[in-house]
């Protein structure tokens, strides 16, 4: 049943990605990195270091993900200062170890949580 439910996600995302706008797929990475982080706190909480790692791993590939995707041009100061809290999480993860406080994690996805919701702000206001 697992196997199935994950195979469903990915085709599920899969499809999210094939038909998005580089907005969405932006709204797409946070959503994933809200679950990753998400996977790395409940795995921290539970002692599971395997999946912790795991979690972590994967949220500090979608940061790098966001921050490639920058625009520093265009974006001007708005993204020198998105690719700086994107490189400050990465940078705290990447020290976060599995001896840690849940709490720390908490923080980072409350502050992900913001960024996603003026995001979606952004692109409701965009469509209007």
């Known amino acids: 049943m697992y196997s199935a439910q994950k195979r469903y996600e990915a085709l599920s995302i899969t499809s999210r990605i094939e038909g998005a706008s580089p907005h969405e797929l932006v709204v797409i990475l946070y959503e994933e990195l809200l ?3 998400d996977v790395a706190r409940s795995a921290l909480v539970v002692g599971k270091a395997d999946a912790f790692r795991s ?3 994967r949220s ?4 790098i993900a966001l921050e ?3 625009d520093l041009d265009q974006g001007g100061d708005v993204a020198a200062l ?3 809290i994107y490189g400050s999480m990465r940078r705290e993860l990447s020290s976060f170890g599995a001896g840690n406080s849940p709490e720390k994690l908490e923080a980072l996805r409350s502050g992900i949580a913001e960024l996603l919701d003026a995001w979606t702000r952004i692109g409701a ?3 209007a």
């Not at 500090?60 to 940061?63: D, E, K, N, Q, V």
């Open 60 to 63: 500090i590939s979608i940061l």
């Open 55 to 57: 979690g972590r791993e």
């Open 68 to 70: 490639a995707s920058l």
């Open 82 to 84: 998105l690719g700086g």
């Open 35 to 37: 679950r990753s982080l």
């Open 125 to 127: 206001r965009q469509a």
